[in-house]
């Protein structure tokens, strides 16, 4: 069974964004237009390894211990956090794909209701604590701030760096039987239908080439006996991604990643018309932060969403589902 990424009434809400054919009356300059490409390419490749994390535990039978959503955002997590020293551009992805939760849970305006709550996946709010947890706890020296403008807590702090290292031990060691010899693998293959032609974020991320650097990662790092094709498709009202195990595919929708670009665009859009005001302000802002380069995000996005999801009834639970 597939369930609906969003509930009806949330997806009423985002229509205005899935339906948006074209930029708005106000462009992004250059700079910003890289900088919500580059947000929305972060937030794809997240819930392509999200999704692919559920085709490697069904397809090599792999143990779960715990919920099997919070696993896959952990592969996601330790794929996408350079390793300490390493490559500093990987820094801003993986903060974007954690603003991400930030941002599609500030298009909901409304808070978690019953059924978010009996979800197989956390809650939004949550998702983006722990993985911001565990970016920290990757190297607390290098995102101290970065955790302090989160909004995390010294508590919580303190366990990150165990959670980060139990988190990719775990997988390293359940793929390490698995690993490719002699080089990469083609364990997962990336296909683009020719329909996602006019979406432009969906456009602009197939540029950036982001989807086969995660599909390189994935085969860099696990064999499979029987590839499995990560396609991405025009799904109509569907905005999901999702691996089902009747196929072996993993499916991941234009409207997915058009939801990004669209929300990310406006909420950038809105920052310039905030840019005078304090970062306090709840209104209006999707709560997007780091992303403007650099380790250090703007700050106010954790009190917001910390503030939100403890306090309004119902909304959109964004969650990569899965079949
Ligand atoms: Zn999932």
Redesign the pocket.
């Known amino acids: 069974m597939r369930r609906p990424l969003v509930n009806l009434a949330s997806a009423l809400l985002m229509a205005p964004f899935l339906v948006a054919p074209s930029a708005p009356a106000v462009a992004l300059t250059s700079d910003q237009q890289q900088e919500a490409i580059n947000f929305t390419a972060a937030n794809a490749a997240f819930f392509a390894y999200?999704?692919a994390a559920?085709a490697l535990i069904a397809t090599l039978n792999l143990p779960v211990i715990g919920r099997e959503?919070d696993a896959?955002d952990m592969l996601a997590a330790s794929i996408m956090i350079p390793a300490e020293g390493g490559d500093d551009t990987r820094d801003q992805k993986i903060m974007d794909a954690i603003d991400g939760f930030a941002l599609v849970d500030g298009l909901a305006g409304e808070s978690p209701g019953e059924e978010d709550y009996m979800d197989e996946?956390g809650l939004d709010a949550q998702r983006y604590y722990q993985l911001a947890c565990l970016l920290y706890g990757s190297d607390p020296d290098g995102f101290a701030e970065y955790a302090e403008a989160i909004g995390l807590t010294e508590d919580r702090l303190s366990s990150c760096p165990d959670e980060y290292k139990r988190a990719t031990q775990s997988w390293q060691r359940l793929l390490a039987p698995y690993q490719p010899k002699g080089g990469a693998s083609n364990a997962f293959n990336l296909a683009w239908d020719p329909q996602v032609r006019g979406q432009r974020w969906t456009q602009a991320v197939k540029q950036a080439r982001a989807l086969d650097q995660v599909v390189a990662d994935l085969n860099s790092r696990v064999f499979l006996p029987k590839p499995i094709t990560m396609t991405v498709t025009a799904c109509g009202d569907e905005v999901n991604a999702w691996w089902d195990p009747e196929s072996q595919s993993i499916t991941i929708c234009a409207e997915l990643i058009e939801l990004f670009g669209n929300a990310v665009e406006e909420d950038i859009l809105a920052q310039g018309d905030d840019a005078n005001d304090s970062r306090d302000d709840t209104s209006g802002s999707t709560g997007k932060m780091g992303s403007k380069g650099g380790a250090a995000p703007s700050g106010g996005t954790g009190k917001k969403i910390g503030g939100k999801s403890a306090s309004d009834p119902d909304g959109v639970t964004f969650?990569?589902?899965?079949k």
């Open positions: 999200h999704e559920h959503e896959a996946h969650t990569v589902e899965k």
